[in-house]
């Protein structure tokens, strides 16, 4: 759990996926995007994986990790194609990995079909030695439904559960980060995103137990940090 007393804006700036996922996404963007992920240092930058290799250049020689986002934002690929991605954008440079879930399969409460996407797409992460993060796209599934992944992510083990794509009806919410806390322990850690753009939000979901924040936000959520600090 992260203790907000303890934040500056160094730790605070290491909590951040810095996000640009859009389809306009040109290279002037990527730039932008890198260049801003460098001087605050963030934790990564979530985009699609397209772009991987243009961002791992522009990121050369700075802490900042890659982020791929796969199967996104539907997660309406087979097992195959998800694992033919999340392989291409490893070798491209990505050192984290974001994957949607089939949410029809975990509707129907397939949940065989759950695991096996996620022992797979995690299992080709552990041997690569990048990290993983599981978006459940929680807008859609109800209580009942984000237990039973998260038991399947405690077991399988991802580094990352995450609440949302930041495409669906909605994003994440405290609840649905206290859930998902509960469910994995300290087994996994939980990323939330989707809908957070202030400080205040974000402090809520770091209380709620997140461990890692992804946002567009990240600099003014940081500048509404640092003045809050100031008071």
Known sequence: MIN???????????LFD?????AYARESDFIKLCDEAKKYNFAMVAINSYPVSLCKK????????????????LGQTTIETKCFET???IEDGADEIDYVINVGRALDHDYAYIRKEMEAIVSI?????????????????NKEEIIEVAKIAKEVKPDFIKTSTGFG????TVEDVKLMKQIVG?????????????WKTC?????????????????????????????
């Open 87 to 89: 392989d291409k954008a």
């Open 186 to 198: 300290d087994e996994v850690k939980v990323k939330a995103a989707g809908g957070i753009r202030d």
């Open 125 to 141: 992460c552990k041997e690569k030695k990048v990290f993983s993060k599981v978006i459940f796209e929680n807008c859609y599934l």
């Open 169 to 172: 009806t909605s994003g994440a």
């Open 4 to 14: 907000i007393n303890e934040l500056n804006q160094e730790k605070l700036c290491k």
């Open 18 to 22: 810095h996000t640009f996922l859009k």
């Open 203 to 231: 402090k809520a979901m770091l209380q709620a137990g997140a461990e890692r924040i992804g946002t567009s936000s990240s600099i003014k959520i940081l500048e509404e940090f640092l003045e809050e600090t100031k008071r």
């Open 58 to 73: 522009l990121l050369e020689g700075s802490n900042v990790h890659v982020g791929a986002a796969i199967g996104f934002p």
